[in-house]
């Protein structure tokens, strides 16, 4: 294994460094079906960073780029401030289900792979843990559809809204992966097979709102790259692209409409539009600071907002991460994240044009599709999801790092 200074590494330096990023992936996936995971992923990572600096092999300078920073800094800030304003309710700033430190804990992943891989080449510890996490994944998911005759996929998540959520991002990463590594004949195969087991996951899952995420994202991302690449591109190559995402979206299309024709009450997406009514009173009442970060779930229940037609009960926030945090955190922090998607989307649009490569593109897609599912969902805002998020994103900046470096070299 390589060290950012051309080095190589003891065999014990690199036993530690792989199984620290190693837990660390695996625990940003872990949540759910071992609760526990990413706090063990915090203490193996809180280990190898006391051994890095008892060794002085800490990372000597990171750079990331202005964009990503201003945004994180921009949306975490606001988040604090509102949470500073609702202290009656301690849970808001840290404890409850959603809360201002929780929010902040997500981005861990994003931080720790950074640390890791800024200065160790951990490209192949992520490619294989990560395949090794999907492969258990998809393959335990699908003997339970079968073999227990389930009507929707869910694997070891409990909600298959939760896997379709996660394959909006892994599908496209894992693709991105493949093309990486495109030369090498073993990783091709492990991920076409790969593809297809998350394929079939994202399809038996039946998330609707999954299949438009997905077509969103495409669309946006052929977009991006035919900005990038007019020059390059002649007539057929324009056509054949044209061609698969027509079909792609009729695809996407058929799977939303066919998921949910048997209920008319899904097609029309439940209770959606009377929680999206209900939240946009609650921030007419309380437009500068929302009513609190974890205060929705109550909120919404109180005989002050609930709606007289509403019959579903136990929903934690409105399915819609914008209106989320106009909602909980008023204006300061449903603006601050409008602009964190804004910053974001340009981050990585530039990074794709700087330093184009498959991983720069999946990371981009699972940003617009994660950000697009959140629309109608909680893809952002839930633990595991958000975590999964930060983790690619750590990757994929990871990835992106060592390509650079070496193309240099």
């Known amino acids: 294994m390589l060290e950012a200074n051309g080095n190589f590494m003891s065999k014990s330096q690199i036993a530690i460094v792989i199984f620290t990023a190693a837990v660390t992936v695996w625990g940003a996936t872990a949540y759910q079906y071992m609760n526990t995971g990413f706090s063990i992923a915090m203490i193996v990572f809180g280990l190898y960073l006391i051994y890095t ?6 990372p000597k300078e990171i750079v990331l780029d202005w964009y990503m920073l201003v945004g994180m800094a921009i949306l ?3 988040l604090i401030v509102v949470a500073l304003c609702h202290l009656d309710n301690l849970k808001n700033f840290y404890g409850g289900y959603f809360s201002a430190w929780g929010f902040i804990q997500y981005t861990f992943p994003l931080w720790m792979l950074i640390y890791i891989g800024w200065t ?4 192949k510890t992520i490619l294989v843990t990560l395949y090794v996490i999907l492969y258990v994944l998809c393959i335990y998911g699908l003997y339970h559809y079968f073999h227990d005759h389930q009507q929707r996929l869910s694997s070891f998540y409990f909600f298959p809204t939760r896997i379709g959520m996660m394959m909006d991002m892994f599908i496209p990463f894992t693709v991105g992966l493949g093309i990486y590594y495109r030369k090498n004949r073993k990783i091709v195969v492990f991920t076409v ?3 297809i087991l998350e394929s079939a996951c994202f399809y038996f899952a039946k998330v609707r709102g999954s299949y438009g995420a997905f077509a969103a994202a495409a669309v946006l991302c052929v977009l991006v790259y ?3 690449n007019y020059k390059k591109i ?7 692209i044209v061609v698969s995402v027509l079909l792609m979206l009729g695809c996407m299309g058929a799977f939303m409409v066919g998921t949910g024709k048997s209920e008319k009450e899904m ?4 209770e959606r539009l009377l929680m999206w009514e209900a939240s946009y009173k609650m921030w007419q009442d309380h437009p500068v600071t929302g009513i609190g970060l974890d205060e929705w779930k109550k909120t919404y229940e109180s005989d002050t907002y609930r709606p007289p037609k509403a019959r579903e009960i136990g929903h934690i926030m409105p399915h819609n991460v914008f209106i989320y945090f106009f909602t909980t955190g008023g204006t300061i922090a449903g603006a601050a994240y409008i602009l964190y998607c804004l910053l974001i989307f340009a981050w990585l649009v530039r990074e794709n044009k700087r330093h184009p490569t498959p991983v720069g593109m999946a990371m981009l897609f699972l940003f617009i599709a994660g950000t697009a599912h959140g629309m109608v969902d909680q893809t952002f805002i ?11 994103l750590g990757a994929g900046i990871v990835y992106q790092r060592w390509t650079k470096l070496l193309e240099e070299k």
């Open 382 to 392: 839930l633990k595991l999801t958000g975590r999964i998020y930060y983790m690619l």
């Open 226 to 228: 035919l900005a990038l």
């Open 76 to 78: 975490y800030a606001s």
């Open 267 to 270: 097609l029309q997406g439940g």
């Open 120 to 123: 160790h080449d951990i490209r």
């Open 53 to 58: 600096l008892i060794k002085k092999d800490w």
């Open 193 to 195: 097979v790969l593809v």
């Open 234 to 240: 002649n007539g057929p190559q324009l056509a054949s």
